[in-house]
Each structure stands twice: as structure tokens, then as C-alpha cells.
């Protein structure tokens, strides 16, 4: 209402008035005029204008405010905020008509230097303009990041095809590999590759650069055979796959510069979470920990009865800024732009339409965190039944066609790396066979798919007699769940301490892939005495093969707890797919490279 006054108070001193004859109207019994103060005494807005246009001007009515009930102050007193309050909650704050009419600077267009003078919508609040700075930022070489591989695969293309002679005939493919980018651009566009809920963080991203791509040479292919066209088959397959792996490649560069700017504590959404303390707890934890997530928590919100102490105290060390009415308070006086609602009895479903409500003034972002345990977005959809909008979840895809997709890139891939690492598997098995007493691969048996055993082939990093020591430095494990790991485990050989730190003994297990034992991506594969220590929950893991690398091993590896460990590898196994594993195959090569949790 406010936004439409202040649009008519702008209309009506630029616009003339027109003044037409009107017949007088008696005012109905109780009308009060706009010029007349109402009758209650509290805090006085702006009279209202009259309308003015095309009509003639009509005296809008100001309805008295009715005063609050007898017993709401005692009410507000009795269930006041938490003694872990910072700051008095004002009510004002968050009036966006107050907002509006307030002559007062923003923040944010105060706080920045007046060489670089930034300009927000009015309303809109300070660390949301400051979001939307960096994300456009990342948009925009996004973009960029997709034109020049356009331009590149269709400069290889065409290089390849026809070399670099220009002639009458290859004049065309020049002006197609100059389209190329542009095609390649709308494609991704129509496919929401560039849509700001699928960027940052996870697969849909990737899922749909795929899609995409794929859709494109499908649509040539379809085009060329409906119209006749003449393409050179060998330009178009050089330079069509060549353009969607050139952007899938650049993305995941750009990722993982933003993951590394997130780490700096860079490019973060401030946020505001609500819930019961073990809750606010729990997930401040973990985003603290995945900080490439881009979520920091600055503060909390808790029920009426908590005293916040486990959240204020401790390690944690988060504000609190009051109970659940005070969240877009809270909003403000933290200057976050992202408020995360947990699941807890007191907020249902009318007080968080109403705080989505309150929080659409500043186009501040609502997340409301759900009750299941790692299930990807792709397995969930909002289904209404009469009227009220229920959440289907779709089972995991452990069996079809896609895992007999899954197979075939499997062999086929373990494969083509046997073919590409086979001058580095002969040294490798050279050093292992001249540093060291004993056999050049260690074999092992090991729990598959189902149950199943397998023997495990690895190249050797330890010495002969390893498995008799184990007993002996058991009391040294530095692992919380069945696993045993030592950081300076004495059984190690000085080469295999090498073959660790780049995961180069796991390349033997490339037979295992072809054998169809095992997958490229999986979970890691057990001994038979983690097995048996299992709990019920954790033998979900068997479900699937197990691979050479998986979200296990690119979060961390050892250095992550059990509990943690096991979180990973059954969020894989729930939420499978050919873009997932892409991804934690490039995410191999940098952890690979950093070496972290290698041991």
C-alpha cells in the first residue's frame, strides 16, 4: 500500500490536475475525513493523499486503528524473548511502509566509498545487494566461460575437419563455427543453465549443461536429416561434444574458485537460523565445516522458553537475537539474507506464511530445511492433493536401465585409464618391486555389491609382515569408527608413503572396474570385520558396488570422522547419478592433488 501511495504522491506532482464537476455526495455516518487526526493518540504516518488521475479527486477514508486487547501486553510479557537477546526487538524495523517513506541513507550505499556509488531498490535490504554484486559477477563470467568454449570447439572443429585452408566449400563451416558460441549460449539458457537456484553448489547445474549439449546435437542431427543438409559428420562430432566438455570443465574451474573464496571467507549468504537449540546447533556445525556450501550462520533464532546458553556458549559462540517473532528483526540487525527455518513443532505452516511474508519486504531468502536425511532434490516433488501441497519421494535408482549405463561407462572407462596409465603402472610396480621385500600387488578380501566377496587389488605400500602387526598398534587407532588408520603408521614403506599421498596404489584396482567388481564411484570398499560391526543403517552402503573414489574420498578421507564417512557414502548411494559421478571424478583430480586426509 505504501509503494502505491508514494507512486501516486510522484504521479500527482508531475501530472496536471483535472477538475470536473461532481455532484456532492453525503458522507456516510462514522466517516472520518483524511485531514482529521484519528482518535487514538499513538504515532502518526503521513496523511494519505488524495487520489488524482483521470478521475476526479475522491478523499480516501483513514480507519481508525482499534487499541489491543486488555490482556495482550501481560501475554507479551509473560512469553517475552530470551534472556540471550541482543538488542530490543523493535517492531518498526520491519514496517515497509516505514521503510519507504524514511529520508534516511541505506546502509549500504553509506558504507561504500563515494568514487563507487552503489544504487539498491528501495526496500531491498543492504546483504542482499551485496549478494546479488557477486553472484552477477559470477553469471557474467559464467557466460563468458561458455563463449569462449564455443568459440574454441568450433575453432577445433574446424581445424581438425578442414585444417587451416580456407576455401569456397569450408566458407559455410566457418560461419557455423563462428554461430557456434551463440547456439551454444541460447541452448543454455532454454535449459536454465544459467539460473541462480542450480549454480554454486551441487549437480543440477552439470546435469543440465548435459542435457543441453545433448539436446543440441540431437537437434543438428534432426535439422541436417529433415532439411538435406550436407554436414561434414566428422566437424560436427569434433565439435559439438568438444564445445559441452569445454563448459563443463570451465565451470568446475569456476567452482572451485568460489569454494576456495568461500574457505577465505568470501562470497557467503549470511544466515539467520530458527529453530529448537540441538537443531541450530547441529547445522551451525555442519555448515561450518562445508563451508563451500556459501551458508554462514551470524545468528539464531530459538523458542520463548530457551535460555541459549548451549548456543551462545562454547565453541559455537552464535548470537541470539531473540524467539521466533523476532526473526526479521533479527534479519536486520544482523544484516543476513538468508533465514533457514528447522523443523520444530511451534512453526507451522501459518507462522511460516507469515514470516515469508515479512521477509518478502527485503527479498530476504526462506529456506526451510526438511526433515529427510540427504535425499537430492531430484528425488522430491511438491504434489498438491485438494489443496494442500505434499512432498512425494521417489526411491533411489538402484537397479535398470541407468545402472546398466552406469556398467558399461565403467569398463568402458576403467579401460581407456588402464590404456592411458600404463606406463605409470610399470614404474610404480618397478619401485614398489626394488624398494621392497615382498609381492608388487597386494591383494585383499573385501564386501561388495550385496554381500559378495572379492579379492582387491592394490599396488603394495606396506611391508610383509603388516597384517601381524596389527594387533600390536591397535591401541593406537586414530579413527572413531571401525576403521584403522595412524597417521605415521610404521608399517608403511618410505615408497608406499608416496603411492598414499597421491593414491597412486589404488590404480591396480582398474581390474577390479573391469571385472565388474567394483565402479570408478562408489562407496569405499569394507573388510569384512567393519562389516560385521555394522549397524543396521550403515549396511545400506552395500546396496551399490564400491568404487575407487567416491564422496568419501574427495571430502576428506581419513581425516573425517566415521559418522561423518558413513553420512557421505549413503548420500551417494540415495542420490545416484551419471552428472554426480562426473563430478566427484573432477573433484578426484583436486584431491588428488591436495593430498588431504591421505594416510
Request: proline content about 7%; hydrophobic content about 45%; some cysteine.
Amino acid at each position: 500500500m505504501s509503494q502505491d501511495v508514494s507512486e501516486n504522491r510522484a504521479d500527482a506532482s508531475t501530472e496536471p490536475t483535472v477538475s470536473l464537476p461532481v455532484t456532492p455526495v453525503e458522507p456516510p455516518q462514522g466517516f472520518v475525513p483524511a485531514n482529521h487526526p484519528p482518535a487514538n493518540h499513538g504515532p502518526q504516518r503521513p496523511p494519505l493523499r488524495t487520489a488524482s488521475g483521470r478521475n476526479n479527486r475522491i478523499p480516501v477514508p483513514v480507519v481508525p486503528v482499534s487499541p489491543a486487547p486488555a490482556g495482550a501486553e501481560a501475554r507479551r510479557a509473560e512469553n517475552g524473548p530470551p534472556h540471550a537477546v541482543r538488542g530490543v526487538a523493535d517492531p518498526a524495523r520491519n514496517n515497509a511502509g516505514e521503510r519507504h517513506w524514511s529520508p534516511a541513507p541505506n546502509r549500504s550505499a553509506a558504507a561504500r566509498p563515494a568514487t563507487r556509488p552503489f544504487v539498491r531498490a528501495r526496500g531491498r535490504h543492504a546483504a542482499m545487494s551485496r549478494r546479488q554484486r557477486w553472484e552477477t559477477r559470477y553469471v557474467r563470467t559464467l557466460v563468458l566461460a561458455d563463449l569462449a568454449a564455443g568459440t574454441g570447439a568450433g575453432a577445433a572443429g574446424f581445424g581438425l575437419r578442414f585444417g587451416d585452408e580456407v576455401t569456397l566449400y569450408n566458407r559455410a563451416y566457418m560461419l557455423l563455427s563462428a554461430l557456434l558460441p551463440v547456439v551454444l549460449l541460447a541452448v543454455l539458457a532454454v535449459s536454465r543453465a544459467y539460473e541462480r537456484r542450480y549454480l554454486f553448489v551441487g549437480s543440477d547445474e552439470y546435469q543440465r549443461v548435459i542435457r543441453g549439449g545433448v539436446g543440441l546435437i540431437a537437434g543438428v542431427a534432426l535439422l541436417s536429416y529433415a532439411l538435406d543438409l550436407d554436414l561434414a559428420r566428422s566437424y560436427v562430432l569434433a565439435a559439438l561434444p568438444s564445445a559441452v566438455v569445454g563448459v563443463l570443465v570451465l565451470r568446475f574451474a569456476l567452482r572451485k574458485r568460489l569454494h576456495l573464496a568461500r574457505a577465505r571467507g568470501e562470497a557467503l549468504r549470511r544466515v539467520i537460523v530458527v529453530g529448537h537449540e540441538l537443531s541450530v546447533i547441529g547445522i551451525t556445525r555442519q555448515l561450518r565445516r562445508e563451508r563451500y556450501h556459501g551458508l554462514e550462520v551470524v545468528g539464531a533464532c530459538l523458542p520463548p522458553d530457551a535460555d541459549g546458553v548451549g548456543v551462545r556458549g562454547g565453541p559455537l559462540d552464535l548470537p541470539v537475537y531473540g524467539t521466533f517473532e523476532d526473526v526479521a528483526s533479527a534479519v536486520e540487525q544482523a544484516d543476513a539474507d538468508t533465514v533457514v527455518v528447522l523443523s520444530c513443532p511451534e512453526l507451522d505452516g501459518a507462522m511460516v506464511r507469515r514470516l515469508a511474508w515479512r521477509l518478502e519486504r527485503d527479498e530476504v531468502d526462506l529456506v526451510v530445511a526438511s526433515t529427510l536425511i540427504d535425499v537430492a532434490g531430484a528425488r522430491t516433488t511438491i504434489r498438491p492433493f485438494d489443496g494442500l501441497p505434499m512432498l512425494h519421494v521417489e526411491h533411489p535408482r538402484l537397479h535398470g536401465g541407468s545402472r546398466l549405463v552406469k556398467d558399461l561407462v565403467d569398463r568402458v572407462g576403467a579401460l581407456v585409464l588402464l590404456l592411458l596409465f600404463a606406463p605409470v603402472l610399470l614404474g610404480v610396480a618397478l619401485c614398489v618391486r626394488l624398494t621392497s621385500r615382498g609381492p608388487v600387488l597386494f591383494r585383499q578380501v573385501r564386501v561388495g555389491r550385496d554381500g559378495q566377496m572379492f579379492r582387491i587389488f592394490k599396488f603394495r605400500s606396506m611391508y610383509v609382515d603388516a597384517e601381524a602387526r596389527l594387533t600390536e598398534l591397535r591401541h593406537l587407532n586414530e579413527h572413531d569408527g571401525v576403521l584403522f588408520k595412524i597417521r605415521d603408521d610404521p608399517r608403511v614403506t618410505p615408497v608406499g608413503q608416496w603411492l598414499r599421498r597421491f593414491s597412486l596404489d589404488e590404480l591396480p584396482q582398474l581390474l577390479n572396474v573391469l571385472s565388474g567388481r567394483m565402479s570408478l564411484v562408489g562407496p569405499r570398499p569394507p573388510l569384512p570385520t567393519e562389516v560385521a560391526a555394522y549397524a543396521d543403517d550403515v549396511r545400506r552402503r552395500l546396496a551399490v558396488k564400491p568404487g575407487m573414489t567416491g564422496l568419501w574420498q574427495v571430502s576428506g578421507r581419513s581425516d573425517l570422522s566415521w559418522e561423518e564417512a558413513v553420512r557421505l557414502d549413503l548420500r551417494y548411494v540415495e542420490n545416484w547419478s551419471l552428472s554426480l559421478d562426473l563430478v566427484i571424478l573432477l573433484r578426484t583430480m583436486t584431491a588428488v592433488v591436495r593430498s588431504s586426509g591421505a594416510y
